[in-house]
């Protein structure tokens, strides 16, 4: 681990005889200062300050600037940006901070690190997702229109991870059929990516559903069979969410 204090040039004070012409100036360490004119000894004492190193960086899916490698006196203030990649919002600093710029006060060495998270619509679809269908704009419009014309939102098509940008591809059918003893349900495609419930009732209206069973998606049909443990169980529906 490197230097994170040290003690700045604040000044030069002149001691001793000056010389006309000669101006002492701050400069920043460690650079040299010069004089010319010199005509009798000097003796220069130097004015010292407490400094930090002040850094930021990012994890991935983004970047920063502002003071993210400097040496800043004790005091002043220091300012960050965090800059998301394309489809992806800031999520905060390390040291839990939300605000974006971030401006604070110097008062020891700092490394803020910014996180990124990938971004949402307003109803908190990733655009990522789009992303994977091809589509690279207009997500809040994706979001609430049947873009693809097949019947359901993008949202609704985020839900079932079904192709917003296909009206061939949209939210799959509950087949059910029974027999004496046994129901039969088959939801005709699922995704890896979403679970599968199967609800039951006696009272479509009223309820309360039960879960009878959950599964993960396969990438196909998925078939389901239950007893008919209870004849009054006449109402099933599937739902579908995210793991
Ligand atoms: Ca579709």
Redesign the pocket.
């Known amino acids: 681990m490197g230097k994170k204090t040290r003690n700045g040039l604040k000044g030069l004070v002149l001691a001793l005889a000056l010389s006309a012409g000669i101006t002492p100036s701050a400069e920043a360490w460690p650079k040299r200062v010069s004089f010319s004119n010199v005509t009798e000894n000097l003796i220069l004492v130097p004015e010292l300050q407490q400094e930090y190193l002040v850094q930021g960086s990012s994890e991935a899916n983004g970047s920063v600037v502002g003071n993210t490698n400097d040496w800043l006196v004790a005091g002043k203030t220091a300012i960050v940006y965090a800059i998301p990649n394309n489809l992806y919002s800031f999520n905060r600093w390390s040291n839990g901070s939300a605000n974006n710029p971030f401006v604070y006060q110097v008062t020891s060495p700092t490394n803020l690190v910014a996180s990124f998270k990938p971004a949402l619509t307003s109803q908190g679809t990733p655009l990522l997702w789009y992303d994977g269908f091809g589509r690279t704009n207009d997500f809040e419009l994706a979001d609430s229109n049947d873009l ?1 014309g ?1 019947g ?1 939102t993008g949202r609704q ?1 985020y839900t079932a991870d ?9 939210l799959p059918f509950l087949t059910i059929t029974t027999s004496p003893e046994e129901v039969y349900l088959d939801i005709s495609k699922t995704s890896v990516n979403r679970n599968y419930s199967i609800d039951a009732t006696t009272n479509m209206i009223t309820g309360p559903w039960e879960e009878k069973e959950k599964r993960q998606g396969n990438g196909a049909s998925q078939f389901f069979e239950f007893n008919r443990e209870d004849p009054r169980i006449s109402f099933y529906r599937s739902r579908i969410g995210l793991p």
Request: without cysteine.
């Open positions: 693809d097949d359901f098509e079904t192709n917003p940008e296909d009206s061939l591809d949209s």
